[in-house]
């Protein structure tokens, strides 16, 4: 089973991958990922095809399930994995400037194709990271999906910024860019190219976004100066966040780029990335219950202008502790 069906009280496609459910244990200490076992081989950088996807450009049929009210459709798209480094325990923030560079180069490279696919609608590189928020597999890797349809949050993201261009002839996140630099207080660190601040409305105590600083609609964008100074700066900010407690934080990363094969977003959608780490506290979850996730109605329970200021002082310590590392 590996469908797409229609949620009509949301307008949106949810995912039936029954296929996942069947998924068998690994066996201990052994890794997929690793060279040294076998499957695959030496790298630096790798894609890797999801083996248990739950989109595939070659879909089975739905199940036999629909009718003129439930509405199914092939489970169309790509999921890949995209491994950081060979290291099994290798952190990124342990990762050199060169190692990120072409882990930005890779994630450029699969965009791409991906993209060439004229059914792929939204590529969404993320990186799931830590036990809080479900991995099992330590190996330090991300992923990539390929959907056929635009996701209902970047349906959402992408009407508001259309909206908000329309009316302003501004784009939406420039725009928001300009006034968190005005405002100050919720600004982490800033270099030439991006911007890493805890928004103003964020709904995680530490959900931190990167911002380009210039107006680019997707990765494909970037110059390679400014595809090193992104690696850098997604690394800096998991070595931020390391710092705050003083353990690997976890999180969720996610990538938003503009639509492709979609129509022309370069005017209204700007590069960027959301984190939503799990913690609250050192040893406190933020566990999303009803309201959250029933009503969408988000709660955070810090002020943003105070837990800027933790962010910024685990980032002064983890700048500090730089100058002991020594990276490969």
């Given at each position: 089973m590996a469908e797409l069906r229609?949620?009509?009280?949301?307008?949106?496609?949810?995912?039936?991958?029954?296929?996942?459910?069947?998924?068998?244990?690994?066996?201990?200490?052994?890794?997929?990922?690793?060279?040294?076992?076998?499957?695959?081989?030496?790298?630096?950088?790798?894609?890797?095809?999801?083996?248990?996807?739950?989109?595939?450009?070659?879909?089975?049929?739905?199940?036999?399930?629909?009718?003129?009210?439930?509405?199914?459709?092939?489970?169309?798209?790509?999921?890949?994995?995209?491994?950081?480094?060979?290291?099994?325990?290798?952190?990124?923030?342990?990762?050199?400037?060169?190692?990120?560079?072409?882990?930005?180069?890779?994630?450029?490279?699969?965009?791409?194709?991906?993209?060439?696919?004229?059914?792929?609608?939204?590529?969404?590189?993320?990186?799931?990271?830590?036990?809080?928020?479900?991995?099992?597999?330590?190996?330090?890797?991300?992923?990539?999906?390929g959907y056929s349809v635009i996701p209902k949050k970047l349906q959402l993201e992408t009407a508001s910024a259309r909206e908000y261009y329309e009316k302003n002839g501004k784009c939406l996140f420039c725009d928001m860019l300009e006034h968190e630099l005005q405002d100050g207080r919720r600004i982490i660190f800033r270099n030439e190219h991006f911007t890493v601040f805890l928004p103003f409305f964020t709904e995680y105590p530490y959900g931190v976004y990167i911002f380009a600083n210039s107006h680019k609609q997707t990765l494909l964008d970037f110059t390679e100066e400014e595809r090193q100074s992104l690696g850098l700066t997604i690394r800096d900010t998991a070595g931020m966040l390391d710092s705050l407690f003083g353990y690997r934080f976890p999180y969720m990363m996610c990538m938003h780029n503009a639509p492709v094969n979609s129509g022309d977003y370069s005017k209204d959608f700007h590069f960027h990335i959301e984190f939503f780490p799990p913690m609250r506290s050192a040893d406190k979850q933020k566990f999303n219950a009803s309201s959250e996730t029933g009503a969408w109605a988000s709660c955070n329970p810090t002020c943003p202008e105070e837990t800027s200021k933790e962010l910024r002082e685990a980032f002064a310590r983890y700048r500090e502790s730089e100058k002991d590392i020594v990276r490969s």
């Open positions: 229609w949620h009509p009280l949301i307008q949106d496609w949810v995912m039936i991958a029954g296929n996942r459910q069947g998924r068998p244990q690994m066996p201990k200490d052994y890794c997929p990922f690793c060279p040294s076992f076998g499957n695959v081989p030496e790298y630096e950088v790798m894609e890797y095809d999801n083996d248990f996807p739950a989109l595939s450009q070659n879909p089975p049929e739905p199940d036999d399930v629909a009718n003129d009210f439930f509405k199914v459709r092939p489970s169309y798209g790509k999921c890949e994995v995209i491994l950081y480094s060979p290291g099994h325990n290798t952190a990124i923030t342990e990762l050199s400037d060169s190692h990120m560079k072409k882990l930005v180069d890779l994630w450029c490279e699969r965009f791409a194709l991906m993209s060439s696919d004229e059914k792929i609608k939204y590529v969404f590189p993320f990186e799931n990271r830590g036990e809080a928020v479900g991995v099992t597999m330590p190996h330090p890797h991300g992923q990539i999906y």
